[in-house]
């Protein structure tokens, strides 16, 4: 593969970094399971993609795991059920809608006030729909993780700690 073609593969990777010191593998079995249930309900609600996941069999969603200091890094793309081969425009399609909409979620959360308190947002445990019920869980998930990053393209969302950080 040449350096010119990995970097377009690249592009259509989504990618979830967590601080690897002291993993627990149950929050990352967790996070697995979550991410891959909202990156399926994504894509299936998704104009573009939603064909794709009407047919049998589905798209597959693929892992690959980097690991680099005290991050571990997964990097998620569809890929064809039949032969493997890489979807990038399905990944492109579904990863976008996902952090942007992850991001949405996000935005309307209650903030802590100076005191700790929650003020405005929306309110806990009331989704509009599945999609923001499975992005929820993947809220809650990636927050067990002293420090996470998820980012497509050149969207970020970063949390550390009770941090949060949008680019």
Same mark, same amino acid.
């Not at 399926?40 to 589905?58: G, I, S, W």
């Not at 009331?126 to 993780?145: A, G, K, P, T």
């Given at each position: 593969?040449?350096?010119?073609?990995?970097? *377009?593969? *690249?592009a259509?990777?989504l990618?979830?970094?967590? *601080?690897?010191?002291?993993?627990?593998v149950?929050? @990352?079995?967790s996070?697995?399971?979550?991410?891959?249930?909202?990156?399926?309900?994504?894509?299936?609600?998704? #104009? #573009?993609?939603?064909?794709?996941?009407?047919?049998?069999?589905?798209?597959?969603?693929?892992?690959?795991?980097?690991?680099?200091?005290?991050? @571990?890094?997964?990097?998620?793309?569809?890929? *064809?059920?039949? =032969?493997?081969?890489?979807?990038?425009q399905?990944s &492109?399609?579904?990863f976008n809608?996902?952090? #942007?909409?992850?991001?949405?979620?996000l935005?309307?959360l209650p903030?802590?006030? @100076?005191?700790?308190? &929650?003020i405005?947002g929306?309110?806990?445990g009331?989704? =509009?729909?599945?999609?923001?019920?499975?992005? =929820?869980?993947v809220?809650?998930e990636?927050?067990?993780?002293?420090?996470?990053r998820?980012?497509?393209?050149?969207?970020?969302?970063?949390?550390?700690? =009770?941090?949060?950080?949008?680019?």
């Amino acid at each position: 593969m040449t350096t010119e073609s990995r970097s *377009d593969t *690249d592009a259509q990777l989504l990618e979830i970094a967590v *601080d690897s010191r002291h993993l627990p593998v149950s929050s @990352l079995s967790s996070l697995l399971r979550v991410v891959q249930a909202a990156l399926r309900e994504v894509a299936r609600r998704a #104009d #573009d993609t939603r064909n794709l996941f009407e047919q049998q069999p589905q798209p597959v969603l693929h892992l690959a795991i980097g690991h680099m200091g005290e991050e @571990l890094t997964l990097h998620f793309s569809f890929a *064809d059920p039949v =032969d493997s081969s890489p979807l990038p425009q399905l990944s &492109s399609v579904a990863f976008n809608a996902f952090v #942007d909409q992850f991001a949405e979620l996000l935005k309307g959360l209650p903030q802590r006030g @100076l005191w700790g308190e &929650s003020i405005g947002g929306a309110q806990a445990g009331r989704y =509009d729909s599945e999609v923001y019920r499975r992005l =929820d869980q993947v809220r809650l998930e990636i927050r067990r993780f002293s420090k996470a990053r998820l980012s497509f393209g050149r969207q970020t969302i970063s949390f550390e700690g =009770d941090r949060m950080e949008i680019n």
